[in-house]
């Protein structure tokens, strides 16, 4: 740096030389301070990145053992031979047999109904040793916790104990019937319990895909320059330190960075002076400046694609040489979702990707961004079929999912295309025609491709007149609410219902909601809707006495405003929180988990409670319902339809039943329609049901009427 200086003394002009000084330093002084927040900060994410991995497969763990022994307690032939009379060969042969020999628990229990222990299996033999004094105070805690547990459902719970100086991970399980084909002996229920050392080959099998390194468990105090968390027992008392040495990903590129940064500081002290002294750009630069603005002005800067403006001037080329062309236009379907839950950041990076794919799927065309998630493909005097051959190629390169970050998205195109000879008039109408040829494809399920046809030319027109009446309806206010009754399972009595958007057009009358909700999303009025039924909803039922259910479209959940527009809602209306439930979609988790975590967790700190709709469709694990913070499942009407004609049907619902129960969630059943099916969910422990057999929506005043009668 010192020569640096001098250089600068000698081709800098004494006046010009501590003014450029002071700027080069107070610049790369800002660099090197940025260089030290952004690394530190990065070795601080990295930390909590192997923090949450470590806790989150620990939590795995626990999950796993409770897995490996909810098939063997919840069984009926388990029932037989442990919960009625005991038969430790039957014992030995099913359950040590495959859970001992072959899994590696390290320890098997059956306790009494008394809490005695009554068998034992110990490192692969029978052995002679109480449960209680093998596997520790938060076991014994355990035992209290599945007495509690209703005997219906799963009474399982697992975790991880210390007895002594080892630490153990274990489930213990009530036994209890799968089916109504045996009956659980009358008073308390035995007890099955499986457990497993967590010593070092635990720990290098529990995180040998997690590159981290020096894991080990200590039990009392932390060892230093060590990152430790804290292993817990059922008490919620701290029974080990799992400790590990952090990867400091921050530190190691600050050692490579500062030389280089130290390099290019001296060639910028350098040619600052050399700039000054030549004084001014050269004509070179200018006119590479120019080139550069006329290409920004034609071009996409995101993409490096043609913008509209490039398109329409090669468009009207073609048109007016009387050239045969074909002209595709493109939209990415659930882009707009995408870039709401992944952020803008995520959103670009996928436009980038989806330039990539429609160069190569595409080949030598003219490919341009038509704007936001818009493109198009023109191609100049194309051989009969090409343009359906570039459609099926652009479809066949969005069918895989697009790696942004370390996330994996799904996003597909609705793509109409016009073909001409030499008979199109302008470039105007051709784009218009590959555009009406789009929304067809969007019409007919999206992901798909249409080229224009003249009949189409109505139906676009069609869709568009509704699209504004229905924004028009909604500013006017003028979408109304219907309330489908929800019951209570074993009275009958009405105790909720949920609110349904509904549209009476002026001249078509009432609009299904499968019609007008599709527009409402693609137009970007679904937000507004959703805030007039939860406002209408609230004013409407709060004098009823009834529960209130209401939907969140994906775009509401995700708004950064839903909590405060929530508040404002029960505060205009004063309907009591305790009485509103908001439904979400399982798809909603698959994206962001964490952030819809805390999504739910701040909502209900209002008071009101979140319901989980169309449990079974998506593609929700138990993970998701340990990691939410909701009240009620809503089962599928899908589960429902084939109760009456499929038994197997019955066995699945009573199992989600008992995963609810498990984690303390109420259930609802959506699309009952015989009393066949209401007896059956009911059966199945269902706590309410809904649909069609119980009332189909009505309005307000039907409710209001009852609860002033009562």
Not at 30 to 57: K, M, N, P, Y
Not at 571 to 600: D, G, N, W, Y
Request: glycine residues 8%; aromatic residues 8%.
């Amino acid at each position: 740096m010192a020569v640096a200086v001098r250089l600068l003394r000698v081709s800098v002009p004494r006046q010009y030389l501590w003014p450029l000084l002071s700027l080069l330093s107070v610049c790369f002084g800002f660099i090197f301070l940025l260089i030290f927040l952004s690394t530190r900060a990065q070795d601080a994410q990295q930390l909590e990145r192997e923090r949450q991995a470590l806790g989150g497969v620990f939590a795995t763990a626990s999950a796993m053992v409770q897995h490996d022994l909810q098939d063997y307690a919840k069984w009926d032939d388990a029932v037989r031979h442990i919960g009625s009379r005991f038969d430790a060969a039957w014992m030995d042969d099913n359950v040590v047999a495959y859970l001992g020999r072959t899994q590696g628990y390290s320890d098997i229990f059956v306790l009494g109904a008394d809490d005695r222990t009554l068998y034992s299996f110990n490192d692969r033999k029978i052995a002679a040793k109480t449960a209680h004094l093998r596997l520790g105070a938060d076991f014994v805690r355990s035992i209290a916790e599945v007495r509690r547990l209703p005997a219906e459902g799963s009474p399982i719970v697992s975790g991880f104990t210390r007895s002594g100086q080892q630490i153990m991970v274990y489930a213990t399980a009530a036994v209890v019937p799968l089916t109504g084909k045996i009956a659980a002996p009358p008073g308390p229920t035995r007890l099955l319990v499986i457990a497993r050392r967590v010593d070092e080959a635990f720990l290098a099998d529990l995180t040998r895909e997690l590159n981290v390194h020096d894991v080990r468990m200590t039990l009392e105090n932390r060892t230093a320059g060590m990152d430790a968390i804290a292993i817990k027992g059922r008490s919620g008392e701290r029974i080990a330190w799992l400790e590990w040495r952090s990867h400091h990903p921050g530190e190691s590129l600050r050692q490579h960075l500062v030389p280089a940064i130290l390099a290019v500081a001296f060639v910028a002290f350098v040619a600052a002076g050399l700039i000054l002294r030549r004084g001014g750009q050269s004509i070179e630069a200018l006119r590479a400046s120019e080139l550069l603005a006329r290409h920004l002005s034609d071009h996409d800067t995101l993409t490096e694609l043609p913008n509209r403006r490039a398109l329409g001037e090669r468009l009207g080329e073609l048109v007016a040489a009387r050239q045969g062309l074909a002209l595709l236009f493109l939209d990415l379907d659930g882009f707009k979702d995408a870039n709401d839950v992944y952020g803008h950041s995520a959103g670009d990076l996928l436009l980038k990707e989806a330039a990539g794919r429609l160069k190569a799927a595409a080949g030598e065309a003219f490919i341009a961004r038509a704007g936001g998630d818009e493109f198009a493909v023109l191609l100049g005097s194309p051989s009969p079929g090409v343009a359906a051959e570039t459609c099926e190629a652009i479809l066949e390169a969005f069918s895989t999912p697009f790696k942004v970050g370390a996330y994996s998205i799904t996003i597909g195109t609705s793509i109409g295309y016009f073909e001409s000879d030499t008979s199109c008039d302008s470039a105007e109408e051709f784009i218009r025609k590959a555009d009406v040829a789009m929304y067809a494809a969007k019409d007919a399920g999206r992901n798909c491709a249409r080229v224009y046809h003249p009949s189409l030319d109505e139906g676009h027109e069609r869709r568009q007149r509704l699209e504004q009446d229905l924004k028009r309806a909604v500013e006017n206010e003028e979408i109304y609410v219907r309330y489908q009754p929800i019951v209570d399972a074993q009275s009958g009595e009405v105790v909720a219902v949920e609110a349904l958007a509904r549209w009476s057009h002026p001249v078509h009358g009432d609009v299904p909601p499968d019609v007008f909700i599709p527009i409402a999303e693609i137009s970007g009025l679904i937000n507004a809707i959703g805030r007039q039924v939860l406002l209408h909803a609230c004013r409407e039922m709060r004098e009823t006495g009834l529960d209130l259910a209401v939907n969140l479209s994906p775009a509401q959940f995700w708004d950064g405003n839903l909590y405060d527009e929530v508040q404002q809602v029960l505060e205009r209306t004063r309907f009591p929180p305790e009485r509103l439930e908001l439904e979400i979609t399982e798809s909603l988790l698959l994206r962001r988990p964490q952030v819809a975590a805390a999504v739910i967790d701040r909502l209900r700190s209002l008071g009101i409670r979140m319901a989980l709709d169309d449990f079974g469709t998506g593609f929700a694990s138990i993970a998701y319902l340990q990691q939410l913070t909701i009240d009620r499942l809503k089962i599928d009407r899908s589960f429902l339809a084939p109760l009456e004609s499929e038994p197997d049907m019955r066995e699945v619902l009573v199992s989600i039943v008992g995963l609810a129960k498990a984690y303390r969630l109420e259930v609802c059943a959506e699309g009952i329609e015989t009393p066949g099916q209401a007896q059956l969910a009911r059966l199945a422990g269902c706590g309410r049901l809904q649909g069609w057999l119980f009332g189909r929506p009505q309005a307000a005043s039907a409710f209001q009427a009852v609860a002033l009668r009562a």
